[in-house]
């Protein structure tokens, strides 16, 4: 069943994370006090889930301005034509990643799905680019590793992160999938995650949140 926690932040960003489809995906809406919202990383996949998303936007009067993707694999995308047409957007990524959502659809069946040709990019983002939304920014910052394309978003001033599949609570993305690659992935995690103060929270594409102090300490595969 889907479920969504509340995550309140300090009178500015506020994060809702919803859990969709099998994989147990992470999909995130971030607003703050202007009513404008983003949503990253749409996994809903069943009516139920798409209309549990749409109602919560509804019912809070948010206006959503943005699509955005930490990576295109197809977990992550299985919503992108929903939310892309119920709010006229178009998705935004890094152009590295567009190899993936061109071929979500065929991707989507090898593992059950049956998903329409994704509505594409007309607008990507590179390394170190600000997305904005209301009175709110997040930092881009190109992490690859699990997926050419992946990127994480950071916010400074309430000192969160997030990572897609780049990094979990005591666990890594996999590099066993096209593109992904073990040592690039560490490079990525070591030099712009981990760079981070201890106190950031991480929000990830799967499972709970954690802290980038509490990976360096305990992450098995990483621990430094």
């Given at each position: 069943?889907?479920?969504?926690?509340?995550?309140?932040?300090?009178?500015?960003?506020?994060?809702?994370?919803f859990?969709?489809?099998?994989?147990?995906?992470n999909?995130?809406?971030?607003?703050?006090e202007?009513k404008?919202?983003?949503?990253?990383?749409?996994?809903?996949?069943?009516?139920?889930?798409?209309?549990?998303?749409?109602?919560f936007?509804?019912?809070n009067?948010?206006?959503?301005?943005?699509l955005?993707y930490?990576?295109?694999h197809v977990?992550?995308?299985?919503?992108n034509?929903?939310?892309?047409?119920?709010?006229?957007?178009?998705?935004?990524?890094?152009?590295?990643?567009?190899?993936?959502?061109?071929?979500?659809?065929?991707?989507?069946?090898?593992?059950?799905?049956?998903?329409?040709?994704?509505?594409l990019?007309?607008?990507?983002?590179?390394?170190?680019?600000?997305?904005?939304?209301?009175?709110?920014?997040?930092?881009?910052?190109?992490?690859?590793?699990?997926a050419?394309?992946?990127?994480?978003f950071?916010?400074s001033?309430?000192?969160?992160?997030i990572?897609?599949?780049?990094?979990?609570?005591?666990?890594?993305?996999?590099?066993?999938?096209?593109?992904?690659?073990?040592?690039?992935?560490?490079?990525?995690?070591?030099?712009?995650?981990?760079?981070?103060?201890?106190?950031?929270?991480?929000?990830?594409?799967?499972?709970?949140?954690?802290?980038i102090?509490?990976?360096?300490?305990?992450?098995p595969?990483?621990r430094?």
């Amino acid at each position: 069943m889907p479920c969504v926690i509340h995550l309140k932040l300090k009178n500015m960003i506020t994060i809702e994370k919803f859990v969709f489809n099998a994989f147990g995906e992470n999909t995130y809406l971030l607003y703050d006090e202007t009513k404008e919202a983003i949503i990253i990383d749409p996994g809903c996949y069943e009516q139920q889930e798409k209309d549990e998303l749409a109602y919560f936007i509804d019912t809070n009067d948010l206006k959503v301005v943005k699509l955005i993707y930490t990576h295109c694999h197809v977990d992550h995308i299985l919503g992108n034509n929903f939310i892309a047409e119920t709010y006229n957007l178009k998705p935004e990524i890094h152009k590295a990643g567009l190899q993936f959502i061109i071929r979500g659809d065929e991707q989507a069946r090898v593992y059950g799905f049956n998903i329409e040709k994704a509505i594409l990019p007309e607008v990507y983002f590179e390394d170190g680019d600000v997305i904005k939304f209301g009175n709110s920014e997040l930092k881009v910052v190109y992490t690859p590793g699990h997926a050419d394309g992946s990127v994480c978003f950071i916010n400074s001033p309430q000192k969160f992160v997030i990572t897609g599949d780049v990094l979990f609570r005591d666990s890594i993305g996999r590099t066993d999938f096209p593109t992904g690659d073990f040592d690039i992935l560490m490079k990525s995690i070591h030099e712009k995650l981990f760079t981070l103060e201890d106190d950031f929270t991480v929000y990830c594409g799967h499972g709970p949140e954690t802290s980038i102090g509490y990976e360096k300490v305990n992450n098995p595969f990483i621990r430094i």
